[in-house]
């Protein structure tokens, strides 16, 4: 089994909102990674989380904020968002960090109005 | 530095073999792989490369690497109408075991 599953599949948000995604996997991966990806642009990386521990933030604003509750489990925490914050959102996972085979979910579809 | 680079278009017929090329600019990559993304989903991982192997097959997929001109195609045998995608191409360097580099992208149309 190799599914990461995301949820909402779609999401529409105001600029004042709080919502959050979630990702979940069980194949005992110890590493999370969240992406963003705009339209017709290849992913880009946020954050990544090793042992549920936070080892990496590529220098994401601070209105997203990533919380590992257990290995199984990654979410992203949204607020004050901004139009062009609009994307879809990957996560992935891999069995560590120094694991290089990463197996994506199938994203969640964000708009901000 | 690090940098993927990616034709964006390609169109075949179905049944025709497809190639799709990437080149990159970081020698020390470790691993190089080639990811599907159907419209609306997420990446599939199809098939990676070591970076010591000069071909991998895997079924209808060949993977070729010259690391001499840091070059790496896809090659999609009997191209089906289900391979219309974009494809990425990505590199993981030995200094940067979680972070993937992806090229721009490849859109795939495969004719009936």
């Known amino acids: 089994d190799t599914e990461v599953t995301q949820t909402p599949k779609h999401l529409v948000m105001g600029m004042t909102n709080k919502k959050s995604l979630k990702c979940e996997q069980h194949?005992?991966?110890?590493?999370m990674y969240w992406y963003k990806q705009k339209a017709k642009k290849p992913p880009e990386l946020m954050f990544v989380?090793?042992?549920?521990?936070?080892?990496i933030n590529e220098s994401v604003p601070s209105r997203f904020s990533p919380e590992c509750p257990n290995s199984s489990l990654l979410n992203l925490h949204l607020h004050a968002l901004q139009p062009e914050d609009s994307a879809l959102y990957l996560c992935?996972?891999?069995?560590?960090?120094?694991?290089?085979?990463?197996?994506f979910g199938p994203g969640t579809r964000l708009t901000v109005t | 530095g690090e940098d993927v680079e990616q034709s964006l278009f390609l169109s075949v017929r179905e049944g025709d073999s497809s190639v799709i090329n990437c080149t990159y600019t970081?020698?020390?990559?470790?691993?190089l792989y080639w990811y599907k993304q159907e419209p609306g989903a997420g990446l599939q991982l199809l098939t990676y490369?070591?970076?010591?192997?000069d071909m991998k097959q895997d079924q209808r997929l060949t993977v070729l690497l010259n690391k001499k001109d840091k070059h790496l195609s896809l090659r999609i045998a009997d191209t089906q109408t289900g391979d219309s995608a974009i494809y990425f191409c990505?590199?993981?360097?030995?200094?940067?075991?979680?972070?993937?580099?992806f090229g721009s992208g490849t859109r795939l149309l495969v004719r009936p």
């Open positions: 490369i070591f970076s010591n192997m």
């Open positions: 194949m005992g991966h110890r590493a």
């Open positions: 990505a590199e993981i360097g030995k200094d940067s075991s979680y972070k993937l580099i």
């Open positions: 989380y090793s042992y549920e521990k936070l080892s």
């Open positions: 970081d020698s020390s990559s470790t691993y």
């Open positions: 992935a996972s891999s069995q560590a960090t120094g694991a290089h085979e990463q197996y």
